[in-house]
Structures are given as C-alpha cells and as structure tokens.
C-alpha cells in the first residue's frame, strides 16, 4: 500500500490560504487551478505537454 500526501494550499502568519499547484511529469496529472498551473509551466520554461 502507498499513501500519498499532496499539498493543496498554504498558509503564512500574515497572509489567508494561498492555493498550490502539482506539475506531473504525467500528462493530465497536473492538480490545481488552470490558470496556476500555465503560469508556474511557464515561469518554469515547462513547454512540452507532459
């Protein structure tokens, strides 16, 4: 059996819930908000579809 533990969201003393995003090497596995998740490929250089 494995367990998998993902973080969804983060919190700072001064500042509310901050979502996350996941970047799977899988395509289609990638978790979080769309719009997050183009922008950390992009600031990342991630160009392919995996």
């Given at each position: 059996m494995n367990?998998?533990?993902?973080?969804v969201e983060?919190?700072?003393p001064d500042m509310p819930l901050t979502p996350t995003v996941?970047?799977?090497?899988?395509?289609?596995?990638?978790t979080?908000?769309?719009q997050m998740i183009r922008l950390a490929r992009e600031l990342l250089g991630i160009t392919d579809e995996s």
């Open positions: 367990i998998v533990m993902k973080l983060i919190s700072t996941k970047l799977s090497d899988e395509p289609g596995k990638h979080g908000d769309p």
